[in-house]
């Protein structure tokens, strides 16, 4: 059983960054997406950043590319997401999840198979 445990979030004034962490564990694959995804209040879930575990290769959110960096530790079965020049629009709760290889492409989070928990972000003065 894939477990995902997010680590990270806090509380942070806008222009402001934060480095979130996912501890993976359980992959059965070598070869799968993950990402982290996020959910405002109030609104729906949606595809933040992903990463490709064969090669790495990424996919951003638009109103995120140039701000947030997706990385991959894999001696740890780690995931990182680094965000700079937060917005109080990042607002939201983030979660990691993984699902099949293909799905980092669009970084659906309907493709996503497992979920962690979850971990708060607030941008705010």
């Known amino acids: 059983q894939v477990q995902l445990v997010e680590s990270g979030g806090g509380l942070v004034q806008p222009g402001g960054s934060l480095r979130l962490s996912c501890a993976a564990s359980?992959?059965?694959?070598?070869?799968?997406?993950i990402g982290w995804f996020r959910q405002a209040p109030g609104k729906g879930r949606e595809g933040v950043s992903c990463i490709s575990s064969r090669d790495g290769r990424t996919y951003y959110k638009d109103s995120v590319n140039g701000r947030f960096t997706i990385s991959r530790d894999n001696a740890k079965n780690t995931v990182y997401l680094q965000m700079n020049s937060l917005k109080p629009e990042d607002t939201a709760v983030y979660y990691c999840?993984?699902?099949?290889?293909?799905?980092?492409?669009?970084?659906?989070?309907?493709?996503?198979?497992?979920w962690g928990k979850g971990t708060l972000v607030t941008v705010s003065s």
């Open positions: 999840a993984t699902g099949p290889l293909m799905y980092y492409r669009t970084c659906s989070h309907y493709g996503m198979d497992y």
């Open positions: 359980g992959f059965t694959s070598d070869y799968y997406s």
